[in-house]
């Protein structure tokens, strides 16, 4: 595609709609949902290319309905969708979806890992002949494998990374804090067209473009499901970047996503001002050599479990039982995650993930290892696995740089 | 306080609390909840000042439990609660109580606008003979009214919003887009402390630092509750700034949140390159008179349901009716809202909001106008009010100014 870092101005095209709601629809046959009802953003966005607040419900043989509390107009004018109808409230539901010819399902599908309960408790009064079933697995399953025109997407966003990573050294100086050396980088990509928020999924994680850590400051656990922690701005936001000032010899870790039309990417470079100690660059070699190893075998069919325990072993043998991802309670359950609309998709490559991996799942590796009274070292990068297997989207020089 | 920008370091004392402690837990006796469990960040750090993720335990007369799933070393340097105790998996909690010599509560109370139904269900199968409400009321009403100590917070956050007016015409120029402003006006609040994620409670809600919107296109209604839209960055995030440059004449609306140690400040000021036509100064002033008039009549005891038609009505006499808070379907329903830890706190200064505003309520109110084909025009102050009515808080000029 022509585009680089320009306004996209491209609507989410009708064929990937209409692929989309092909395998959402397949999987309601499969498991028996007579209808679905989307609310979450990304769920609406994804299966209709609009993010107007409403409603969007799902059948297994019939079009899909998209109905709209506000801004109708624009929601025309974004989505590829035949129909879609106003709805003032969620009360007028069941009228709406009458009046537009068709019945009432008596198994509906809902986001239950992240609908409001009040919302969930008003659905059950309103379809109280229908029964009410977590669709999450099947919307999270169907949005873990990447089109062709998601992955180049995904590519422009990792454009923006492989570019930041470039700009890093001139923005690095001893005695600024990580929160100025924040702020340079987010408005060089704001520049580059990053919309800046962040999106995830689940209940509770908050992210904002990622981790700038350095030193042994930034290896304090947070409140996130991630192996970094950091300071932050306090204990009102305890992760990230923080007051903390840049200081010389200590491993300067920057964690953070490119987004494009939506998309996000996942990726974390090393740097540092003067040379670190030897064990700082042997352990970052031996994060490489952790993820090397890991592409090396990753290929369709095995599964986010034996990933996870590749690499919990390799680090081991490379002397990084104890602090691989974490220490202790601290410990993260992964070693990597799926990444698209949000940074908390599927697969994980954790433990107990016993799903094969298929062709064209995106994911982020992040194998990290923190040091003791050092700080936070470690590489990652955002793949998308293909026939041969791995491979990274993200293309930034792996040099840990000494400026 | 001395501080500032720098590091607070503080944590949430301890007296602190101790008085929203007793505050829910006269609400609790009132409404008869034998316990509550809190779930959401906010809640869970207003009451106990960490975020280390994990349950907070209310009940009406006795200590709170807080149990943590990880980090509990941190979540004691945090927090001045006496009692916290590990707690792996909510399967584990109604033992986890019963352990601590507590009986289970037979009424509880539960975040039923935010937790989701997933993790609602699972309660009701753990607590099979607690009768499951919504807390949520109690819980925004008891953060509704603002301490002292939370009043320099805000304090604090508005002199970043106060700064960042004084740095904006510095960095206008025609021919730079909204996401470069949007860059660097960021990178100037992350210098000054900033912690960038700026939380809402709502579900679905999103907000990134807040709007700049500039010309006609900054007119296109958004996803998000609010009288301002703008085109964002295309239809995955289709609010805020945008690739569109800057023009000569056009108004520039600069709606940014400034927030120190989690507390949020919304503020709202008029910015353009060369001066704009007399229609789009005639409808500042008219701004101006509105907010003017609200602040006249405001005092302990009126309701936000007053303020909102007094507004509208004071909009409609100067000749905007119809474009006052957005258009159509899109017109926002409110004229103001509450702020702190979160943006969209309680009070609504909105139609049927009846309950009368208090002293040491903290709110913004943002009369704004949709001039079609010209731009977005207001103005947008973040309020305490006290027992002599409105004093802002953010304090920056409100002269319209012309670059």
Redo the contacts between chains.
């Keep these: 595609m022509a585009y680089e870092y ?7 095209p009708a064929f990937e709609i209409e692929h989309r709601l092909q395998g959402i629809q397949e999987m309601m046959v499969q498991d028996g949902f007579e209808g679905a009802l989307l ?3 990304m769920d609406r ?1 994804y299966f209709s ?5 409403g409603i969007l419900f799902l059948r297994p043989q019939e079009e899909p309905i998209l109905f709209i509390r ?3 107009d ?1 929601a025309r004018e ?1 989505s590829s969708l035949e129909r879609i109808a ?1 709805l003032a409230s969620l009360r007028d539901l069941p009228a709406a979806i009458l009046e537009m010819d068709v019945s009432l399902p008596q198994t509906l599908g ?1 986001e ?10 008003q659905i059950e009064k309103l379809f109280p002949s229908a029964h009410l079933l ?1 669709f999450s697995v099947q919307l999270r399953r169907c949005r873990m494998i990447k089109s062709a025109w998601e992955i180049e997407n995904l590519r422009q966003a990792a454009r923006m990374t492989a570019d930041l990573a470039l700009a890093v050294p001139s923005h690095l100086e001893a005695g600024l804090s990580e ?2 050396l ?3 980088l ?6 580059k ?5 962040i ?1 995830t999924r689940g ?2 994680q ?1 992210v ?2 990622g981790h700038i850590l350095s030193g042994p400051e930034g290896v ?4 996130i499901d991630s192996p970094s922690g950091g300071l ?7 992760q990230g ?3 903390k000032k840049l200081r010389p010899g200590e491993p300067i870790s920057i964690d953070y996503c490119g987004c494009f ?3 996000i990417v996942d990726q974390t470079r090393m740097f540092s001002l003067g040379t670190p100690g030897p064990e700082v660059l042997r352990a970052y070699q031996a994060m490489i050599e952790v993820q090397e190893l890991i592409k090396d075998r990753t290929q369709p069919g095995v599964t986010g479990d034996q990933l996870y325990h590749w690499a919990v072993e390799a680090a081991a043998r490379l002397g990084h039982r104890n602090h691989f991802m974490g220490s202790g ?2 410990r993260a359950a992964y070693v990597g995650h799926g990444v698209g ?1 949000e940074l908390d998709e599927l697969p994980l490559i954790a433990p107990h993930f016993s799903w094969s991996l298929e062709e064209n799942m995106v994911f982020a590796l992040e194998p990290k290892v923190i040091l003791p009274g050092i700080g936070l070292v470690g590489v990652e990068n955002t793949y998308v696995l293909t026939r041969q297997g791995l491979e990274s989207l993200t293309t930034a020089s792996e040099d840990f740089q000494i400026v």
């Design positions: 320009s306004p996209p101005g491209l609507y989410v609310f979450q953003n966005f290319g609009t993010m107007q607040p506000k801004n109708i624009r974004e106003p809902l239950l890992d992240i609908l409001p309960a009040q919302t969930y408790l977590d929160l100025e924040a702020g340079r987010e408005s060089f990509l704001r520049h067209g990053h919309q800046g928020y999106r209940f509770n908050e904002f473009y304090r656990a947070s409140y932050g701005t306090g204990p009102a936001f305890s970047a923080g007051f039309d939506g998309y309670a601290a609309l």
